[in-house]
């Protein structure tokens, strides 16, 4: 167990890590070209997120193997074992943020050509951009072992919320004033839906790396929406 | 490495089983809890959906501690280890159920007494036995190590997904024939899709399950209805 074995682990650690910054570029490359591809009715662009898709699936196996492959060969105790379960976690979220990316590139199709109004673009736009800059920042402050900045990443979920919200009212207002609108507004609201749960899956990993680096569960006392409407 | 510690290991695995299953247990009792709230306007067991969930989250962290720790003290090999990734990754998924469900629970209000049409309250029950019985199954077949039950339940997400395509018509000719239904159909619409998606989720367990039981990829020869339908 002497110096070079410590070294070796933390080379281990930093594979795991690179595995997890690829997957996070890759999720937010697909939640960027899903929601331009929504936006601009762009077929093409939405098959590449599927296709994208296939590979974040891979990519997952590919950390979730090599997360167990070090746990057997170094036999980790208790903090260097909660970093590598907390990779594979965090794998777990980034995966699922490929599945919503790809539900809303699926989607494309059914809205079609005639489909976002032009103020519902621009809100699906900026919140597809405050999801984009949750994930750099989440993902930077988890490399840079940053606390400090991981607690600070949680009000961007709230600040996705209060958005989601109000695509939500929008759509609403779309359906009742016109029922051809509805099947489309359907569509949409579920993309809207799916980037709000991108923005809860990026809190997890949030969550997940201030255990890593801390020890500690963040404090619970983030701001309840989820008491006050049932916008989930 | 005597006998006594294989079985010590056993027991230890036994006992995260025991965990799974309680999990899945509590889950299924919040997935009925929440359906019958909703369809009977029922605010007090809404409530006792959503304080389930709190316990929902305190069980899996006590099985994440329990199985971080029969790491730490049994050091497991390839497919000792592999049982118990899956043990924390099916409390994932049991978790994420038990968010569902509350979910659901926290439209009851907003959709209020007025709330259900009688067909579908019949067919957001159907789903939701459904569900029940993809839940029970799966835990079963995987706390019996039975590998061929649980390839034979992955028929069930699909049969899930087909009734969740007719709850999600029926709710759309509701919106057309009254702007005044929206609102209220529109909560009903994530409700069934929150269904669909604890489906989607028990999925990802019996996947998880027959990995811990066979050490081999469910084959991913499943009907497609992803790439035909965009209904996620």
Redesign the interface.
């Known amino acids: 167990m002497g110096e070079h074995t410590v070294t070796s682990f933390d080379e281990d650690l930093d594979h795991l890590d690179r595995l997890v910054r690829d997957m996070s570029e890759l999720g937010a490359a697909m939640v960027q070209a899903a929601t331009r591809s929504l936006i601009g009715s762009d077929n093409a662009l939405a098959q590449r997120v599927l296709s994208d898709d296939a590979l974040m699936d891979a990519r997952q196996r590919e950390l979730?193997e090599a997360a167990?492959r070090l746990?057997?060969k170094r036999?980790p105790?208790?903090q260097d074992?909660?970093a590598v379960?907390g990779a594979?976690?965090m794998a777990?979220d980034l995966e699922r943020i490929g599945d919503l990316a790809k539900?809303i590139a699926?989607?494309v199709?059914?809205v079609g050509a005639g489909g976002t109004p032009r103020n519902l673009a621009h809100s699906l736009e900026a919140m597809s951009d405050l999801v984009l800059d949750q994930i750099h920042g989440t993902i930077e402050a988890y490399v840079g072992r940053d606390a400090a900045a991981l607690e600070a990443r949680r009000d961007d979920d709230e600040n996705i919320d209060i958005h989601y919200t109000s695509v939500?009212r929008e759509l609403?207002t779309y359906?009742?004033e016109d029922?051809r609108n509805?099947?489309t507004c359907?569509?949409l609201?579920?993309c809207a839906?799916n980037l709000e749960r991108i923005g809860d899956h990026v809190t997890n990993i949030a969550e997940n790396a201030y255990y890593v680096v801390t020890g500690s569960l963040l404090p619970l006392h983030r701001p309840k929406r989820?008491e006050t409407t049932?916008a989930?």
């Open positions: 979730d167990i746990i057997a036999q105790m208790a074992l909660r379960v594979i976690r777990a539900n699926k989607r199709a059914a939500f609403l359906m009742m029922p509805i099947t359907t569509h609201l579920f839906k989820d049932p989930d």
